[in-house]
């Protein structure tokens, strides 16, 4: 079993900066891939970024040049890192940890950007 838990979220102006945590814990070797999805009010989760155990980047066209997925081996921990962040950015942002067989998601963290 993985333990997924994130941190960062918060209230922030438009144009600003946030970074958010994902801490794995428990069989977390196991997963090849971590990501961040968010999901508004209202509408459907959705990805934002991920990265492979290989580097290997993909972000959604939304926050292309605005966010930055990386990762700390050492500490078990995925980043994402936001800049020149925009209200609809505002979200619930999941991080989710992809194994061959097997999902885990963590439990969320509010982003919510003021104009």
């Not at 079993?1 to 801490?23: D, N, P, Y």
């Not at 081996?73 to 980043?79: D, I, L, P």
């Not at 936001?82 to 998601?105: H, N, Q």
Request: charged share 15%; aromatic share 12%; proline share 2%.
């Amino acid at each position: 079993q993985v333990q997924l838990v994130e941190s960062g979220g918060g209230l922030v102006q438009a144009g600003g900066s946030l970074r958010l945590s994902c801490t794995a814990s428990g069989t977390s070797f196991t997963i090849n891939t971590f990501g961040w999805y968010r999901q508004a009010p209202g509408k459907q989760r959705e990805f934002v970024a991920d990265r492979t155990n290989f580097g290997a980047t993909d972000y959604a066209d939304s926050v292309k040049g605005r966010f930055t997925i990386s990762r700390d081996n050492a500490k078990n921990t995925v980043y994402l890192q936001m800049t020149s962040l925009k209200p609809e950015d505002t979200a619930v942002y999941y991080c989710k940890g992809s194994g061959s067989s097997t999902v885990y998601w963590g439990q969320g963290t509010q982003v919510t950007v003021s104009s």
